[in-house]
């Protein structure tokens, strides 16, 4: 078992070759663009990497010889810096520091870091929150309107927005050569299996904070607001600069999933799925933006129960 010592330190050597400063020992990124040092699971990054597999991109639209330069192929790869850069490149719906890579770690190409490959064909589909079926644009609006706090700013995104479309035609690219309308085999896998799931109020923030200074705090900060590794920055888990409350990583079986499967980042699927719940319970006891719309959320079957802050 590893101490948070030699996390910590494991974090720094990460942080020393991103920056450039050492280009010896087994933890050096590809450069963008290269072979990809891990095999691949299907057309993921493996789950089970760490964080030196941060930067490959199996299907990358920039350096893709076969994209050509048609106006689909130039919306796809705006597309792909839209999702890789968010704040600087959708200016207008973003107001956090989160980019969608953040979440979906590889530009969406990580297995168990909600991947978005193949899933286009599964839209449209119909989604609770919404008590309706949505289209994949509908989707990305969502994710804009609460996973980037979009809903602060004074323009709302619409299915016809250009990084909208430009998003919507990066995922529906990676989506090419899956199946029509079937989910492929890597999607939900994020979740907490429903046997192990702790009631939300047996869950103790208190625990979690302690986990989170030993597991997280290296790279996301002792204020979770994230310290920059190389090119890369662990993002705000909470504060104003966060997702809002009414984003799905707001929910605690849904941020435990991604907390379980993808982080740490040196370490993914080290912690257990009581630790990676009682995380959760502590970055969703701390403040963020709120999403206006919360009152319109989930009108046939109500918020769920983990969906903490529609119930403060
Ligand atoms: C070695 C550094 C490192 C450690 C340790 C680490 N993370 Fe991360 N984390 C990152 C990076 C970097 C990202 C952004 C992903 C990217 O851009 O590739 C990230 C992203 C995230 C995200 C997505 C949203 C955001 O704010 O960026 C969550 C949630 C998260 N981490 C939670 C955790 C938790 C909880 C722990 C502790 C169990 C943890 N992380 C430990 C580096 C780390
Ligand atoms: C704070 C983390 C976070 C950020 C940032 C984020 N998302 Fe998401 N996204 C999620 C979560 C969590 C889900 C899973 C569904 C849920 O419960 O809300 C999701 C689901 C999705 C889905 C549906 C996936 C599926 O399998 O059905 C798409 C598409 C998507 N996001 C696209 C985006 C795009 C595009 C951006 C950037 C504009 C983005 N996301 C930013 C967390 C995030």
Redesign the pocket.
């Known amino acids: 078992m590893r101490t948070s010592a030699t996390r910590a330190a494991a974090a720094a050597a990460v942080l020393l070759v991103a920056t450039g400063c050492t280009r010896r020992g087994n933890v050096e990124p590809a450069e963008p663009g290269t072979a990809m040092a891990s095999d691949l699971a299907g057309p993921l990054i493996p789950a089970t990497t760490t964080m030196t597999t941060a930067w490959e991109v199996p299907r990358n639209p920039l350096t893709d010889a076969a994209l050509d330069v048609s106006p689909l192929g130039e919306q796809i790869r705006r597309g792909y810096r ?2 890789t850069n ?1 704040p600087a490149e ?1 200016p207008a ?2 107001h ?1 520091k ?7 770690l590889n530009a ?1 190409q990580r297995e168990r870091a ?3 490959v193949g ?2 064909t ?2 449209p ?1 119909y989604n609770k ?1 919404d008590a309706r079926r949505i289209t ?1 644009g509908e ?2 609006i ?3 309107m ?3 706090n979009g809903s602060a700013g004074a323009e709302a995104p619409t299915p016809a927005s250009r ?1 909208v479309l430009a ?1 919507s035609a990066y ?1 529906t690219w990676l989506s090419q050569g899956w199946a029509a309308s079937t ?1 492929p085999s890597w ?2 896998r ?1 979740a907490i299996a429903a046997a192990k799931l702790i009631p939300i109020d047996r869950l103790d923030p208190r625990r979690g904070a302690a986990l989170f200074d030993e597991h997280c705090s290296s790279c996301h900060g002792q204020d979770g607001q994230g310290v920059p590794i190389g090119d890369k920055r662990a ?1 705000p888990l909470w504060g104003p600069d ?2 809002n409350d009414g ?3 707001a ?1 605690v079986y ?2 435990a ?2 907390i379980r499967y993808a982080m740490p980042y040196l370490d993914p699927g080290s912690l257990s799925d009581e630790q990676a719940q009682e995380i959760a319970a502590f970055i969703t006891s701390k403040p963020r933006p709120a999403y206006a719309g919360k009152a319109n959320d989930y009108p046939t079957v109500g918020p769920p129960v983990d969906a903490v802050y529609y119930r403060r």
């Not at 989160?98 to 979906?104: E, I, Q, R, V």
Request: proline share 2%; aromatic share 10%.
């Open positions: 839209i999702f968010t959708a719906f973003v956090n989160l980019s969608c890579g953040n979440c979906h969406g909600l991947p978005v899933i286009a599964a839209f589909e929150r994949l989707r990305v969502s994710c804009f609460r996973s980037e990084e998003l995922i989910s999607r939900g994020n993002g966060s997702w984003a799905g990583a929910r849904t941020l999933g991604i």
